[in-house]
């Protein structure tokens, strides 16, 4: 699969250190101290290297880690994992599958249904609200959000 990955001089000069840290650099940003941990309004979660859809509001869930956690990518081909044996445990590492940009682990910890816990680093992601979807060009998953959440969901 080719992959929407700028050119580094390029995610340089846009990114913050601490983005390219964690994105490019498998860098993990403090827990409680990032933009995304106690986000609580409806909207998408996007890789913020190549603007793809990762995450929906409508998944994410307090995990008390104090990072932003998901039980679900918005499609499974939006996000592919791989071992990362940096750590004393091997722990399932996350990455956007267009641009390969690394953006946190995935955990068998998480709540019913799926057990997953996608727990993300907020650097590497830029969300986008509801209201915003339609002027960011992310008018298509309007209908993501068009009534309450189903019983289940996160946020029901």
């Given amino acids: 699969m080719s992959t929407d990955r700028p050119d580094d001089a390029d ?29 609580h309004r409806e909207g998408l979660y996007v890789d913020v290297v190549s603007g793809e859809p990762l995450f929906s509001s409508r998944d994410k869930y307090d995990s008390g880690t ?30 956007a599958a267009a641009s390969g940009s690394h953006l946190g682990h995935v955990f068998g910890d998480g709540p019913r249904p799926s057990g997953q816990r996608y727990c993300m680093n907020s650097a590497a992601l830029r969300f986008i609200a509801k209201e ?4 960011g060009g992310y008018g298509e998953y309007l209908g993501l959000f068009a009534g309450p959440p189903e019983a289940g969901e996160p946020g029901a």
């Fill in 132 to 135: 915003d979807l339609e002027a």
């Fill in 11 to 39: 995610l340089k000069a846009r990114l913050t250190e601490l983005q390219y840290r964690v994105t490019q650099c498998e860098g993990t940003e403090p827990p409680f101290d990032n933009a995304y941990w106690d986000e």
């Fill in 66 to 95: 104090g990072w932003p956690s998901f039980t679900r990518p918005l499609r499974p081909d939006a996000v592919t994992t791989k071992t990362d044996r940096r750590l004393l445990l091997p722990r399932t590492e996350v990455r």
